[in-house]
Structures are given as structure tokens and as C-alpha cells.
């Protein structure tokens, strides 16, 4: 069984900062790719940003330097910065994750989500 867990959203004013986390657990051999992804009502989900073991990122436009990802040493946690936010980027904000159990089967795995409201 694996699990991720989401953690660090709320309600923030425009101009403010919040920082999620995300933590997986259960029987997990290796992670390779992580991620954050973000959905509002009537829209698909879309990547906000992705961090490889070997540190390499991919962040969306929409954010691009206002929104960094970075991941633990452990390396089963991964973490999202996010300042300056905007009402735009109100969503509900999803982590993602590529991860081989210790059967040897990849498969990839999504917590349960963590709003994020930027509201005045």
C-alpha cells in the first residue's frame, strides 16, 4: 500500500505565501518523479511543477518565479513554495508521484488534494 499525503493549504490574501508538503509512505522501494498538479471546477487538472531525483524541474508557466518545488534529502517528501499568490491560483492543489513498491511494480500515485484559496 502507498500513500500520499498532502498538507499546508488554506486561505491566504493575494500577495501572500503558502507551503505545501507532501509526504509518501508505505511499501516503497523508490520515487522517481514528484509533482504538483492543481484543478479548479470544469477544468482539468494541470502540472503546477515537477522535481527528479536528480533535481531537475519543470514549472509551469503560470508560476514560474513565483512557485518553487524542492524535495527532501529522504527523498519521499516533496515540497511547494508558493509566493506572491494570485486569486487565479485558487485550486485545489494535488501531489503526484511515480513509485515502485517493493514488488518491483511502478505505478503512479495521487494524494487526496489540498485547497488553496487566495482571497482578499
Known amino acids: 500500500q502507498v500513500q500520499l499525503v498532502e498538507s499546508g493549504g488554506g486561505l491566504v490574501q493575494p500577495g501572500g505565501s503558502l507551503r505545501l508538503s507532501c509526504v509518501a509512505s508505505g511499501s516503497i522501494s523508490s520515487i522517481s518523479v514528484m509533482g504538483w498538479y492543481r484543478q479548479t471546477p470544469g477544468k482539468q487538472r494541470e502540472l503546477v511543477a515537477t522535481i527528479t531525483t536528480a533535481d531537475s524541474r519543470n514549472i509551469a508557466d503560470s508560476v514560474k518565479g513565483r512557485f518553487t518545488i524542492s524535495r527532501a534529502s529522504s527523498g519521499n517528501t516533496a515540497y511547494l513554495q508558493m509566493n506572491s499568490l494570485k486569486p487565479e491560483d485558487t485550486a485545489v492543489y494535488y501531489c503526484?508521484?511515480?513509485?515502485?513498491?517493493?514488488?518491483?511494480?511502478?505505478?503512479?500515485?495521487w494524494g487526496q488534494g489540498t485547497q488553496v484559496t487566495v482571497s482578499s
Open positions: 503526484n508521484a511515480n513509485i515502485r513498491k517493493w514488488d518491483g511494480i511502478w505505478g503512479t500515485y
